[in-house]
């Protein structure tokens, strides 16, 4: 499989740890020029783009925030600046709102208006924040991907407030429009809503993991590895057609209790 990606220009936002730092791996191994995002860990997407260099790739790390839009297009424009253009967009980068996925514990009639409208802010308008970025370098070249990533959570919800799966279900409107929009200047959209993932930034307990697993068809949970993989398939020139869709990993099967995908 002919991925095209060398020398393409990759951007992909939170890609200092999880599903973005393994994303932003498989592309660099690709040959492709990564541009990896942070909000507030600078040294952890250093360490993601000297893998990757070290591996042969090119890296650029820049600093993006949901919940600053100037940031997103000051990011954009760095990466534009110093590589020519944006080839390729994956909207990973999320605001949990706390330090981690939604509380079961919280009623849904507790969480104050304000943090609605900031979690949509960031997850939704930041999405498509980002998307207003490169679509224009990507209409001028006649070629572009977009891959936003969703969560499980946005249709099998998650006991507890509704804000982050409310914003993460937008995208899949968000991807059906740009579908449309961009189709004809060569751009494919898509969106891919992982389940509960194993990532290297959240160490889960094994007897919660094998309990989720069970609900799931292969019995085994995703790594983010499994997922970039995911999107660097609908990231890359081996998508010649597939446009406007919602791609499950196997994760996504679960019907276990859980908390985030």
Known sequence: MDSSLKDRVVLVTGASTGIGAATARAYGREGAQVALTYRNNPEKAEKVAAEIEAAGGRALVVRLDLEDLSTIEAAAAEVVARWGRIDVLVANAVRWGGDGPPDPSVRFEDVPLSEWQAMISANLIGAAA????????????????????????????????????????????????????AGRDGILVNVVAPGFTLTDSRPVPKVLTDRIAAGIPTRKLSHAEDVANLVLFLGSGANGNLTGEVVRDGSSAARAPHIGG
């Open 130 to 181: 980002q998307v207003r970025a490169v679509l224009p370098s990507m209409r001028s070249n006649g070629w572009g991907r977009i891959v936003l990533i969703s969560s499980s959570v946005a249709e099998e919800g998650v006991p507890g407030p509704g804000p982050y799966g409310t914003a993460k279900s937008g995208l899949y409107g968000m991807a059906r429009a740009l579908a449309w929009d």
